[in-house]
Structure formats: structure tokens, C-alpha cells
């Protein structure tokens, strides 16, 4: 089991803003997607955003397009979710996830099973 750590959840008020971040050991990933899903109370967990390791393509959950940026540093094996704007139904339980094979498909499609998760970091956003 690969190790995600994540960190920087936490309170804002509506139209603020947070960043999370999300650091791994693990070198497979390098030709790997990582990114974050959510689960708010009572929901199902839904896909937030991706970014492929090599080479940077990035895909978004339309409710975060144009608010939510993903971005990676090869160097420290860390993504980031800068989240703008945020807005109350944006409070939830973040996870960060990453799938190591991205053959046999489109690879924003194939993230959507990831193969690890992280512990979740909790969003909230205040009215």
C-alpha cells in the first residue's frame, strides 16, 4: 500500500479560499493520474478533478470548472487542489486518489477507479 498524505482542509467562509495538498512516496506513480474526489453528508462520492502525472493534462468535475485548479510538483511527488471561490455546497470529506494504470482507455475515465485513497480531509464552507 502506497501511502497519500493529505493536509490543508479546514473553515472558510463562502468565497473564499483553500489549498490542499497531497504527497506520496511512491515513485510508480510517475506514470500514474492522481487527484481528489468528495463526499458530502449523505451524498455518494463524486469526482472532483485529475491531473496526469507526465505531462500535465487535467480534467474537472463541472462544478468546480473555473474555481478549482490542480497542479504537480515532480519534485516533491505532491498535488495540489487550489480551490477558489468556494461555496457551501463545496463542503465535504476530500480524498486524494491515485491510479497507477492508464492503459486501455481514456485516462480521466480510468481515474474514476482509482487504485489508492488517502485519509480524507474535511472542507467546510460557511454561509
Known amino acids: 500500500q502506497v501511502p497519500l498524505v493529505e493536509s490543508g482542509g479546514g473553515l472558510v467562509q463562502a468565497g473564499g479560499s483553500l489549498r490542499l495538498s497531497c504527497a506520496t512516496s511512491g515513485r510508480s506513480f510517475v506514470s500514474s493520474a492522481m487527484g481528489w474526489f468528495r463526499q458530502a453528508p449523505g451524498k455518494e462520492r463524486e469526482f472532483v478533478a485529475a491531473?496526469?502525472?507526465?505531462?500535465?493534462?487535467?480534467y474537472y468535475a463541472d462544478s468546480v470548472k473555473g474555481r478549482f485548479t490542480i497542479s504537480r510538483d515532480n519534485a516533491k511527488n505532491t498535488v495540489y487542489l487550489q480551490m477558489n471561490d468556494l461555496k457551501p455546497e463545496d463542503t465535504a470529506v476530500y480524498y486524494c486518489a491515485a491510479r497507477v494504470a492508464l492503459y486501455g482507455g481514456v485516462w480521466y475515465e480510468l481515474f474514476q477507479r482509482p487504485n489508492y485513497w488517502g485519509q480524507g480531509t474535511q472542507v467546510t464552507v460557511s454561509s
Open positions: 491531473i496526469k502525472w507526465s505531462g500535465g493534462s487535467t
